[in-house]
């Protein structure tokens, strides 16, 4: 019951920074936790982010971005985030926007989430 969109990907030299957004909409989104993922030419689907459900939320990053990448919701604007800094060549990937149903915490895995958006190109130049 929950439709993804992405936006704000696109092209950006090496150490630049992105902020890539997913507009939700559905009323079980601030109950939802939330994640980012990417798929890379060629490569398997990896954990990027994720952030859980509630007012006390807690978020986690692959260890690939940490330091780097922040994850964040607005859930007055039904909008989850990626802020990425210092982005690197091997960052270049679709970013998908993950989300899954109400009251579940979720971690890394991509089978848990069961609502997706249509992904964003993000490609960082060297």
């Known amino acids: 019951q929950l439709q993804l969109v992405e936006s704000g990907g696109g092209l950006v030299q090496a150490g630049g920074s992105l902020r890539l957004s997913c507009a939700a909409s559905?009323?079980?989104?601030?109950?939802?936790?939330m994640a980012w993922f990417r798929q890379a030419a060629g490569k398997e689907r990896e954990f990027v982010a994720t952030?859980?459900?509630?007012?006390?939320?807690?978020?986690e990053s692959a260890d690939s971005v940490k330091g780097r990448f922040t994850i964040s919701r607005d859930n007055a604007e039904n909008t989850v985030y990626l802020q990425m800094n210092s982005l690197k060549p091997e960052d270049t990937a679709v970013y998908y926007c993950?989300?899954?149903?109400?009251?579940?915490?979720?971690?890394?895995?991509?089978?848990?989430?069961?609502?997706w958006g249509q992904g964003t190109q993000v490609t960082v130049s060297s």
């Open positions: 993950a989300a899954t149903r109400p009251y579940i915490t979720a971690a890394r895995l991509s089978d848990v989430y069961d609502y």
């Open positions: 952030i859980t459900w509630g007012r006390n939320t807690y978020s």
């Open positions: 559905g009323r079980t989104f601030s109950t939802a936790t």
